[in-house]
């Protein structure tokens, strides 16, 4: 099994930046394994942030595309999520998810930018942007 433990959210004013991390413990055996952030606002759905593959293929989503980048150290286990030019709008929780589908692509096998291909998901870190 798999687990995964969000942190770095908080608290910041608009145009601001921050920094998420998730460290993954635990262990499956597959071919693949993912690992992706998502957010989700009161009152709306779960949407997906990015999601990278072990062999470092990326996938962003269309809701922060141009500000966000996510990155993992495979060696110490641990998924980042630099967010930048925050806004009002992005409060919300924030989890890492990870799962073991991946699709193939010419560039290799890439993740999915879809809550229902995870298997195991953190319990999620606030962050909240002030205008």
């Known amino acids: 099994q798999v687990q995964l433990q969000e942190s770095g959210g908080g608290s910041v004013p608009a145009e601001g930046q921050l920094k998420l991390s998730c460290v993954k413990s635990g262990y499956v055996r597959s071919d693949h394994f993912c690992m992706a952030w998502f957010r989700q606002a009161p009152g709306k759905e779960r949407e997906v942030l990015a999601s990278?593959?072990?062999?470092?293929?990326?996938n962003y989503g269309d809701s922060m595309k141009e500000r966000v980048t996510i990155s993992r150290d495979n060696d110490k286990n641990i998924l980042y999520l630099q967010m930048n030019v925050l806004k009002p709008e992005d409060t919300a929780m924030y989890y890492c998810?990870?799962?073991?589908?991946?699709?193939?692509?010419?560039?290799?096998?890439?993740?999915?930018?879809?809550?229902?291909?995870?298997?195991?998901w953190g319990r999620g870190t606030q962050v909240t942007v002030s205008s």
């Open positions: 998810a990870a799962g073991t589908r991946a699709w193939w692509s010419p560039e290799g096998p890439r993740c999915y930018i879809v809550a229902n291909k995870y298997n195991f």
């Open positions: 990278i593959h072990t062999n470092g293929n990326i």
